[in-house]
């Protein structure tokens, strides 16, 4: 039971970090391009906690599994739209416009407002609001709304409404590009600095280069006559220039007999071995039994945030490379079940792990949301790429139907990795 509680907390610690930088990216190139956050969450679902700075409501919900920036006019902005018909109450100023409008029913009726049952609205363009006052339906009065004016939605949160002007699509083309890049960009600077304290903390880091710091004894590599401190020229024919190309190499020959060209002092020298095949998650991977240097000076253990994220980012790309490579395989891919499991192994190991995971993640979502995928922040910036061709973007309804195209394939995708997941790592 302890175990468990350990790994829920280590689980929702390090993915609140990761949506919360992530977040954190779109938001701020979002405010420095005059663009309205209406809010800011942490979670997914009904809303736990709620409080308004500035322009922005700030929410957590009660599902630690995501998070978003709600910018206004953007793809995930709820329609402030409100139907004729509808029950409001609103809050005037001394210049008689409209500065709040509550249309939830979970909050109580505005000091001195005024109920309206809505005929017509417009928040976006004209800022104006027609209908009943106090039930008086012989009348249709004209209010108008303050540019600044909030509206409690129907569940109780209160945020800005979206004039055009401050809208999402009302940025400049670049400036949109770089909000959706922002989010992946700050996912790898989290990289950088999760890797730096990990080199300081434990006082030491691995080299990248191809030299041996130390061969296993009764190895693979020992039994072929590798030695602590040779250096790895190529591997099968194929030249290697650092550790993350020699790593990616072997393993990916389990079991087949691989040519090494080897430098010993001042010899160089051919063998040939065979990589002892380990399994791990589904996969099979070469193994011959050999360690990086280690280097413990403070320049270095710094450096490691830029050698380790660089590390990092090459095997996921890599991952992603051969995904297709042998055969589809829903086992080389993870959801949050994985990232559960993994969460757990982390969590008992020590802190150190569970910050090697969480810039392991982070490195992983950032490059995963800059797929060209419709409904990821690459699928946005596929569109901004077409609309600098076109000069002119998609048509809102078509801009519409790639987006729901891209979540229901992520949606259904999503589902067939969790269930995977759930057998692989629970039931088999």
Do not use: C
């Not at 969450?41 to 957590?60: D, E, H, N, Q, W």
């Not at 509808?86 to 100023?93: D, G, K, L, P």
């Not at 976006?124 to 600044?148: M, Q």
């Not at 770089?178 to 999760?194: D, M, T």
Request: glycine share 10%.
């Amino acid at each position: 039971m302890q175990n468990t509680l350990l790994t829920i907390i280590t689980f929702i610690f390090v993915f609140g970090i990761l949506v919360f930088v992530h977040e954190l990216g779109h938001f701020f190139f979002a405010k420095k391009s005059g663009v309205l956050v209406r809010e800011f969450s942490i979670g997914m679902g009904p809303k736990l906690v709620a409080f308004r700075r500035g322009t922005t409501s700030y929410t957590i919900r009660i599902l630690p599994v995501g998070g978003y920036v709600r910018m206004a006019g953007a793809q995930e902005d709820e329609s402030d739209e409100l139907q004729p018909g509808t029950m409001v109450t609103i809050q005037m100023n001394d210049a008689n416009q409209v500065i709040r409008l509550n249309a939830s029913q979970k909050k109580q009726t505005l000091f001195q407002g005024i109920p309206v049952q809505i005929s017509e609205v417009d928040l976006v363009d004209g800022l104006w609001i027609k209908g009943y006052e106090n039930g008086d339906e012989s009348e249709i009065k004209t209010f108008a709304v303050n540019h600044d004016a909030t509206i409690i939605e129907p569940d109780g949160t209160e945020v800005q409404i979206a004039p055009k002007d401050v809208q999402f699509q009302s940025a400049k083309l670049w400036q949109r590009a770089l909000i959706n890049f922002a989010g992946s960009l700050n996912n790898f600077i989290l990289a950088v600095v999760v890797f730096a304290i990990i080199g300081l903390m434990q006082g030491f880091v691995p080299s990248n280069t191809t030299t041996l710091g130390h061969v296993v004894e009764n190895s693979v590599a020992q039994k072929a006559g590798l030695k602590d401190g040779d250096t790895i020229v190529k591997v099968a024919n194929h030249p290697v220039k650092n550790w993350t190309e020699l790593q990616t190499m072997l393993q990916s020959r389990p079991g087949k007999a691989t040519a090494l060209v080897v430098k010993q002092g001042s010899t160089t020298k051919s063998l040939t071995l065979t990589p002892a095949t380990v399994h791990s998650n589904g996969q099979k991977f070469g193994q011959i039994g050999v360690e990086q240097v280690i280097k413990r000076g403070v320049g270095d253990r710094l450096l490691y945030g830029f050698t380790g994220a660089y590390t990092t980012a090459a095997n996921v790309l890599h991952a992603l490379a051969n995904l297709f490579h042998g055969g589809f395989s829903l086992n080389k891919l993870g959801g949050p079940v994985a990232i559960f499991a993994n969460t757990e192994q982390a969590a008992k190991a020590g802190f150190i792990s569970v910050l090697l995971l969480l810039a392991f993640l982070s490195i992983n979502i950032g490059i995963v949301n800059l797929l060209p995928i419709p409904a990821l922040d690459g699928g946005k910036l596929l569109l901004n790429l077409v609309e600098a061709i076109r000069r002119k973007p998609l048509s809102e309804d078509k801009e519409n139907m790639v987006q729901i195209a891209g979540f229901i394939f992520l949606m259904l995708l999503m589902l067939a990795v969790t269930f995977n997941d759930v057998i692989r790592y629970f039931i088999k």
